[in-house]
């Protein structure tokens, strides 16, 4: 499998930092080539996710089954979509009341090697502008 990891720091504090990308059903509103984005089901610390992007004239729906502890972390695992094998992590760090460090981990593996090539040429792109979108969201909105 392959992985892909990307820290940066968010000037907000961990709160509202993990109810942003806890908030699934907001995405659709903000995030660069999310079409549609929901939760499917909801429990205590559980959620089914599905989110349909769009890229290249190509839309893609993904539904994972996330798993959360507030303020440390939010687990990712594929139940549908384009990938052969892929879970994800996002992980919270709070380096004072208004500044969170945000790591995201994604081990994934994907059998059409078109596909591998095109996902992994414009990843870095496609993570840069869903990192600016997100820091946009919190200067911008309360969560």
Known sequence: MKTF??????????E???NLINDVDAYKNFIPFCEHSGIIESNQNTITAQLDLSFMS????????????????ITMKLIKGPFKEFTAKWGFKSLN??????????????????????FTKNLNLVSEKIIK???????EKVY
């Open 58 to 73: 190509n839309t893609t729906r993904f539904i994972t089954h996330n798993t959360f502890a507030s303020n440390e972390y």
């Open 133 to 139: 979108a997100f820091k946009k969201e919190l200067t």
């Open 16 to 18: 509202k930092v993990f």
């Open 97 to 118: 009341e208004s500044k969170t460090s945000l790591t995201f981990t994604m081990e994934y593996n994907i059998s059409n090697p078109l596909v591998n090539l095109a």
């Open 5 to 14: 990891t990307r820290t940066f720091i968010i000037n907000q504090s961990i």
